[in-house]
């Protein structure tokens, strides 16, 4: 069974940073590209990070270029994103997502973590 | 970026009777790449179409989708109560990959 849980979310104050990290199993890590998405509380979902499947790529959306890093550890089946320069705006609940297909991308997703609550504020 | 607009934001139905999600695109969607997810309170979204109108794996026949360049729909034909969720589109043929806002279906 496909499973994603992630972790590290909590209260951090503007300009601070986070680190959330997502742990998966059930399948093989190391062939799937990987995302991080976003939903601010009460609203829709963000696109935010993906990274191919050795690291060798990544790709994130404008609003957090410069400020949050997308890495992964293939040897510990784990997924992070290091969240640096955290604004109000960036409050959300992060969910670790997987892209569908094995050794390739789609870039939709079809499994998603339970999600870790960031909130921004002083 | 690709901008997708969702209707209504709000459909109030009943069980047993049919919805009709739209959701529009500000332009022409490549390939057709277009997935549609349901969200329940306090949970994580889960696929149920991509590819416009092809339904992910143990997604009841009820759920179609259809549609392509800038206009999509979701029907879902006679509601079932756990049916009743917020239901997003999603693009993936543009980076950056963008969601619609979301149409929440409700019980009348």
């Known amino acids: 069974e496909v499973q994603l849980v992630e972790s590290g979310g909590g209260l951090v104050q503007p300009g601070g940073s986070l680190r959330l990290s997502c742990a998966a199993s059930?399948?093989?890590?190391?062939?799937?590209?990987m995302n991080w998405v976003r939903q601010a509380p009460g609203k829709g979902l963000e696109w935010v990070a993906n990274?191919?499947?050795?690291?060798?790529?990544?790709y994130c959306v404008e609003s957090v270029k410069g400020r949050f890093t997308i890495s992964r550890d293939n040897a510990k089946n784990s997924l992070y994103l290091q969240m640096n320069s955290l604004r109000a705006e960036d409050t959300a609940v992060y969910y670790c997502?997987?892209?569908?297909?094995?050794?390739?991308?789609?870039?939709?997703?079809?499994?998603w973590g339970q999600g870790t609550l960031v909130t921004v504020s002083s | 970026e690709i901008v997708l607009t969702q209707s209504p934001a709000t459909l109030s139905l009943s069980p047993g009777e049919r919805a009709a999600l739209s959701c529009g695109a500000s332009?022409?969607?490549?390939?057709?790449?277009l997935a549609w997810y349901q969200q329940k309170p306090g949970l994580a979204p889960r696929l149920l179409i991509y590819?416009?109108?092809s339904r992910a794996t143990g997604i009841p026949d009820r759920f179609s989708g259809s549609g392509s360049g800038t206009d999509f729909t979701l029907t879902i034909n006679r509601l079932e109560p756990e049916d009743f969720a917020v239901y997003y589109c999603?693009?993936?043929?543009?980076?950056?990959?963008?969601f619609g806002q979301g149409t929440k279906v409700e019980i009348k």
């Open positions: 059930g399948f093989t890590f190391s062939s799937y590209l």
């Open positions: 590819d416009a109108s």
């Open positions: 332009q022409s969607v490549s390939g057709t790449y």
């Open positions: 999603q693009q993936y043929g543009t980076s950056p990959w963008t």
């Open positions: 997502a997987r892209d569908p297909l094995s050794g390739g991308r789609r870039n939709y997703f079809d499994y």
């Open positions: 990274i191919k499947q050795d690291g060798s790529e990544k």
